[in-house]
């Protein structure tokens, strides 16, 4: 293939879950510019001015995702990619993200279900709701996105006082990359290719004192910004990572290597 086409994702059907959030916003206006046909599924309400594809589930509820599937379907005739990207992240001041950061000997079971259910049970389903489509094209992706919390524990000493991270969330990125394994291996032959996506944390406003202590925790002394994720998501969507699946693409500003 030319290598002027390996990265093209020219007017490829791509599905994001939780495209109204920080990250799922960035990778859809991203692969809008390059030309994709971006359809974004999220339980919030639409961002503003956008005027990408959008449709307002709960992708943890099966029969929503199955129609929600349909009607893409219908309008666009095929889906290229799935990112799997939605799940609970603290939103802050909300009662939820303080619970997020509760000690784990009192983890509310309420909140934990949640978690697994927006970031594993959701995953299941909408890669359940998108296999038969690929498998049909006989080509597909799926990108699942993983934390680095979940190649590593949680380093609590770099939250407030009394905050630990969820072990909900790091149980919940911990099981992604074998997600990924196991479909990818279950659709062997098929076309459809299945990798995980792993990110550091991404400056977002936070306090001074946290962005030093996470900053030297990585070998490039920083958090990410938010568009540094852009070019693997192209790279893990596109044929230039043709001959990847089951596998497990790492940035972190070197979090893990030490
Ligand atoms: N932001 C970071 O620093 C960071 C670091 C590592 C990994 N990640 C991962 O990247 C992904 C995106 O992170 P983000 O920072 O953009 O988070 P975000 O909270 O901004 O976005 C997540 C989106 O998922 C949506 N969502 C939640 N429950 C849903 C449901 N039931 N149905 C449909 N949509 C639902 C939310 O409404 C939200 O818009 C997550 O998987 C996160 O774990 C983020």
Redesign the pocket.
Known sequence: MKIEKIFSLKNQVVII??????????YANTLSVIGAKVIL????NKPVNKKIAYFK?????KDEVAKTVKKIIKKFKRIDVLI????????PNTKESSQQFSCYENYPIKLWEKEI???LT?MLICSQAVIPIMKKQKKGVIIN?????GIVAPDNRIYDKGKYKSIA?AT??GAVPNFSRSLSSYLRNTGVRVNTL???????GHKKDFVKKYSDRTILNR??K?DEYNGAIIFLASDASSYMTGTNLIIDGGWTAW
């Open positions: 879950t939780g495209g109204a959030g920080m990250l799922g916003q960035e599924l999220d339980i919030k589930i709960n992708i943890t509820k799997n990207n939605a799940a609970l992240n603290p939103v259910s927006v970031g959701g996105i993983c934390s680095t919390y969330y919940v990125k792993t990110l550091g944390g991404v400056f977002a958090m990410a938010k």
